[in-house]
């Protein structure tokens, strides 16, 4: 998807190439160059298995060893894990589609394809270089430009905007073609917001043939959106008809003595914690073998986390606007449309950054310049009490460690904010901002039912963003998690009677998931849910009960559609809150490898329909968590961030309050600003505490 950038956020993926790194980790992402080599080694192959001709490749991406592997390696029991690509790779015209794995030698071995299917049936992700080309298309389309002279006597292309959209609901005409639809706008100058004036034309483009195909249409034109609606830094003023504030004030974070993590390739230290960062195209920022040292040994936490899919259904039941519903992780790929974040812009302090690396259509290796940050921030009260029998105060100061990065899907941004605290807690944070997906109406119409009138004949319609994140827990366990137990845990009132005479008493329960079917399960704030991560074999000396981690809710909402329409039936993934399914080294994505235009759930839907055990079975989480966008004016032209994420906390994992070592301090920086007191008001009394 083209995405103007503005100054503060340069877009700069660049293609480079680098010999093999013999500190390369078994997780580190493939380096420029060895993405290269990849589709180097597939080249080759091709002929040999009867494709002929060139190819157009889609993703590649570290094929990530087997987690048994892995762990012995780890363990010193086993060799170092070779590195390894999966290659995603269309075949010209027809754009048959075929994986590929590719052994990548070392010590100057040969890079071979190990692995050659031929895929039917599904269509892989629409990278940004998908979607370019069916700008290129569209905007050069002649049917498209007459229609834009005819209907809107819009005759200059260089003022039209298309925003590709994967296709969600291909008609039956269509079925089997590599498919992007795409809503059409225009500007009034090249800086302009062209979201505040959509037209009515939404294009299908075969991406094999190079053509448009359909255009769908009102009957009538609706008049062209005239009002100027703006957020780009220059033509603001013009909107608000106010200059900039004048009031705001510096605030600078500086760590005159550095930060306090250490950083090592792509392995993270921080205050007791190791975390290791991975990337890919599509999922973007991954995290590896999360642990805490605590009393000289590392525990582990999180052998792998990482956000799996993503959907955004669109509430609107008119037509053409039925097809309006991302999967954007598997449609467009999170790593794939990463900005490139810039220093005392997107990221405040001290900062480290870590780039990612993606691939072009021709198969070469794109380094995403500061694709991932890492940061440390205060975060306010960590704890505090006074004593005022002896008139003592013990404070602390909260900080927290920031693993993050932001991807933008033509109108939209996602943060993706990974927190970790010193007191053990995990959280992500989800922050969506961007701007509203837009349509166009009557210019005097404000009486919508299915969304809201942002600018005068400017319509943003309700929507959801529906989030997955896959959990792969090995909490205080060296073996990776095999022997965890996934519980629900429910606070609930007792009934009035002996047991709870005065009506005051309530109970919480503890109920192990124990099978496939049993955990797939709904948040209920109303009786504090949560769910336990334990492990048995570790007790914890305190309590007598295992050591164990619990996934707290935030806010939530359940999808809203219909659980067999379209959309339930692709994004099952989101009709539950939890789903907890024995550990599978290929089953990473929540809806399939390949959801672009997908009728069905190809990932949980599949891995849920036997109701296996999950005892002993190596236990994978898969959290769903999201927001119901109900549009606001306010939200346009741009919108203020909106945050939705989870937590992880330990329960029982320490023996007390693991942050009692943390020193007491005071902030020599901070400054008291002194205001003299209104005329004729008393001084305050001054405590006698």
């Given amino acids: 998807m083209s995405t103007a950038v503005a100054p503060c956020c340069p877009s700069s993926a660049s293609a480079v190439g680098s010999g093999l790194d013999p500190l390369l980790h078994p997780l580190d992402q493939l380096t420029a160059g060895e993405v290269s080599r990849a589709s180097a080694a597939v080249r080759r192959h091709a002929p040999g298995a ?8 889609n993703t590649v991406m570290l094929l990530e060893p087997p987690k048994a592997a892995l762990l012995a390696y780890e363990a010193g029991a086993g060799p170092r894990p070779p590195r390894a690509a999966r ?13 590929a794995e590719v052994a990548l030698g070392e010590a100057g071995g040969r890079d071979a394809v190990t692995a050659w299917t031929k895929l039917e049936g599904v269509q892989p992700t629409t990278t940004p270089d998908d979607c370019a080309l069916a700008e290129e298309i569209i905007l050069a389309d002649p049917r498209i430009r007459g229609l834009l002279a005819s209907r809107y006597g819009v005759t200059d292309p260089a003022l039209i905007v298309f925003d590709p959209w994967s296709l969600h609901g291909t008609p039956e005409e269509f079925r089997g073609r590599r498919l992007m639809q795409g809503y059409l706008y225009v500007r009034s100058c090249r800086e302009d917001n062209e979201y505040a004036h959509p037209l009515d034309l939404c294009p299908l483009v075969d991406l094999n043939l190079g053509k448009v195909i359909h255009v769908d249409m009102y009957d009538e034109p609706a008049r062209m959106p005239p009002t ?13 008809g106010q200059a900039w504030r004048s009031d705001l004030r510096t605030i600078n974070i500086t760590q005159p003595e550095g930060p306090s993590f250490t950083v090592e390739g792509n392995l993270v230290r921080w205050q007791k914690w190791h975390i290791r960062v991975g990337f890919n195209g599509r999922e973007g920022l991954v995290l590896h073998q999360v642990g805490y040292m605590d009393g000289g040994r590392l525990r582990p936490v999180l052998h792998r986390a990482s956000l799996s899919e993503m959907t955004v259904p669109y509430g609107d039941p008119n037509y053409p606007y039925i097809r309006k519903a991302a999967m954007d992780c598997g449609d467009y790929g999170m790593g794939f449309v990463a900005n490139s974040l810039e220093l005392g812009c997107d990221c405040l302090g001290h900062i480290k950054y870590f780039d990612g690396v993606v691939n072009n259509a021709q198969g070469e290796g794109l380094v995403i310049p500061k694709a991932v940050c890492l940061h440390e921030e205060d975060a306010g009260m960590l704890w505090k009490h006074t004593d005022a029998r002896l008139g003592h105060v013990e404070v602390r100061r909260n900080r927290r460690l920031v693993i993050s990065m932001v991807s933008t899907f033509a109108n939209y941004e996602y943060g993706m904010f990974w927190y970790f605290h010193l007191d053990g807690t995990i959280q992500l944070e989800m922050k969506l901002t961007g701007i509203l997906s837009t349509s166009v109406t009557a210019l005097g119409e404000r009486d919508l039912p299915f969304g809201v009138t942002v600018a005068p004949g400017v319509v943003a319609s309700n929507h959801q963003h529906l989030f997955v994140v896959r959990l792969d827990p090995a909490v205080d366990d060296d073996a990776g998690g095999r022997g965890l137990v996934v519980a629900e845990v429910n606070a609930e009132p007792l ?10 008493a309530f109970r919480v329960t503890e109920t192990p998931l124990t099978s496939v079917h049993g955990a797939m399960r709904m948040a209920a704030p109303e009786k504090g849910r949560a769910w336990k991560i334990k492990n048995p074999a570790v007790l914890n000396p305190v309590t007598g009960q295992p050591v164990a981690f619990k996934l ?11 659980p067999d329409s379209l959309v339930g039936r692709r994004a099952f993934f989101a009709t539950r809150h939890l789903f907890v399914t024995p550990h599978a080294d290929r089953e990473l994505f929540a809806a399939g490898d390949h959801v672009v235009q997908s009728e069905d759930c190809l990932g949980l839907k599949q891995w849920t329909k036997e109701d296996k055990s999950l005892v002993g079975a190596d236990p994978v989480i898969w959290y769903s968590f999201g927001v119901t966008h109900l549009p606001r004016v306010e939200d346009f032209p741009i919108m203020p961030v909106e945050t939705v994420g989870f937590s992880l906390r330990p329960v029982g994992f320490f023996q007390w309050n693991p942050t009692l070592d943390v020193p007491p301090e005071r902030n020599a920086a901070s400054k008291e600003e002194v205001t003299p007191p209104a005329r004729g008001a008393a001084a305050p009394p001054r405590s006698k505490l």
């Avoid at 290659?87 to 994986?99: D, F, K, N, Q, R």
């Avoid at 009934?495 to 005051?504: E, I, K, L, V």
């Avoid at 707290?552 to 219909?562: A, D, R």
């Fill in 87 to 99: 290659v995603w790779a269309l075949h010209p015209p027809a754009g048959t589609l075929y994986e």
């Fill in 228 to 240: 100027m609606v703006n957020y780009h830094r220059d033509l603001a003023k013009a909107t608000t």
């Fill in 495 to 504: 009934p009035w009677g002996p047991d709870n005479p005065h009506g005051n």
């Fill in 50 to 57: 009867g494709v002929e001709g060139p190819l157009r490749f």
């Fill in 552 to 562: 707290v809710p935030q806010t939530n909402c359940p999808m809203l559609m219909q």
